[in-house]
């Protein structure tokens, strides 16, 4: 079932949303491989040392992209969320003509200023880095948030994260990222 915002978009968007919505998955080649890259970033977030997380952050995000046969991302951290009344920013993806995609993801939460659980981190990663899919390896000319669009990002994390709870819904993780969620 679509989102609510699906009956405002324009006939054309309303076909790439329902392309979207039916690719509920992504084989991500060779995922095993990126294990010890997911726990670097595991370590890199117990230090609370921003470099040291950009560093794993980056390494894990060429890791993917280069798996699937897609360009490569910029992607930067930064300390704490932006906030405003709206809440809190987790990640910004952004696409400019003729540049490499760039992906910034925030560290620390706005109001304590801690920094965010791994499962957070590395599903906002995933997140962002899904909209670069959308748009390099899908093809879909626009990047919406759909059910297919939360069920490939944790696809992804159950091959990145195996420990992950099978019992636990396509898409629903205790700190998975939710429609209206950036």
């Given at each position: ?107 620390r939460t706005a ?48 091959q990145l994260v ?21």
């Open positions: 079932m679509p989102f609510a915002f699906y009956d405002r978009l324009s006939a054309r968007h309303q076909a790439v949303y329902r392309r979207s919505d039916a690719a509920g998955s992504l084989v991500l080649p060779g995922a095993a491989a990126l294990h010890p890259l997911v726990d670097e970033l595991r370590r890199a977030l117990s230090t609370e040392e921003r470099t040291a997380v950009e560093r794993a952050a980056s390494r894990l995000g060429a890791g993917i992209v280069e798996r699937l046969g897609i360009p490569p991302v910029t992607l930067s951290v930064l300390a704490v969320r932006p906030s405003s009344s709206w809440g809190e920013l987790h990640g910004l993806y952004t696409r400019e003509p003729r540049r490499p995609a760039r992906i910034q993801l925030w560290m109001h304590h200023k801690r920094v965010v659980a791994f499962r957070t981190f590395l599903r906002t990663l995933l997140h962002e880095l899904g909209h670069h899919v959308d748009y390099e390896l899908l093809r879909l000319g626009e990047s919406f948030h759909t059910e297919g669009f939360f069920k490939r990002e944790s696809s992804l994390f159950r195996p420990e992950a709870d099978p019992g636990t819904p396509a898409g629903q993780d205790s700190e998975s990222p939710r429609p209206g969620r950036k």
